[in-house]
């Protein structure tokens, strides 16, 4: 029976993002937007899923899974954990180009489900105060989501397509695999 493991964090509001105005249109539209928080990763046979939650507004709440890399599971998790790895991690090195450049992350967005694969984009904004939205896989945005305590923003559409009001919740005392030992250098490498 495979490890697994449930983690619960605080759930955060809806919100709604700009779109662009046209030629002609009389006020913004907005494109709704739900600000989501990771409610657990866990294995699910040979494959790992993290789960979304978006808050409880009266009715149940909203639940996105999206199948993911056994490596990001991993990295997803250890920020769960709040643990640190013995040398940085992609999204740890991620994060240090972000601020030694003096740009800040803005919001990670999960904004399309294109013939079920999930589109993800990061908002940042550099140290001269322009918005930059760079293409991103949504475990890499939610690993960098994670370890920054950002919530993940999920388009309302991708919700309604995708979404699931009741998703099978593994038992909390089962935990994922650590990734302590795959982490560890080897011996004379100084990886």
């Known amino acids: 029976m495979p ?64 199948w993911i890399g056994g490596r ?24 240090s180009v972000i601020a030694q450049l003096g740009a800040t992350v803005e919001r990670v967005e999960v904004t399309q489900l294109k013939q079920s694969v999930f589109i993800g984009q990061l908002a940042l904004r550099d140290a001269a105060g ?3 939205l760079i293409d991103a896989r949504p475990s890499d945005l939610i690993a960098l989501a994670v370890g920054r305590k950002l919530p993940v923003h999920v388009a309302q559409a991708v919700l309604d397509r995708a979404g699931r009001k009741h998703f ?8 994922l695999p650590s990734p302590a030992p795959q982490l560890r250098p080897k011996k004379g490498t100084g990886i």
């Open 3 to 66: 490890r697994q493991t449930f983690v619960l964090l605080t759930v955060v509001g809806v919100v709604g993002v700009p779109v662009a105005v046209g030629a002609g249109t009389a006020k913004p539209q907005a494109a709704a937007v739900v600000a989501m928080s990771v409610q657990g990763v866990w294995q699910q046979g040979a494959s790992y899923v993290v789960v979304l939650r978006a808050p409880a507004t009266g009715i149940a709440a909203r639940l996105l899974p999206i």
């Open 72 to 95: 990001e599971a991993q990295a997803i998790q250890m920020g769960l954990n709040n643990t640190r790895p013995p040398r940085p991690l992609t999204h740890d090195l991620l994060q």
């Open 130 to 132: 322009k918005r930059h």
């Open 168 to 175: 099978p919740t593994p038992s909390p005392n089962a935990p």
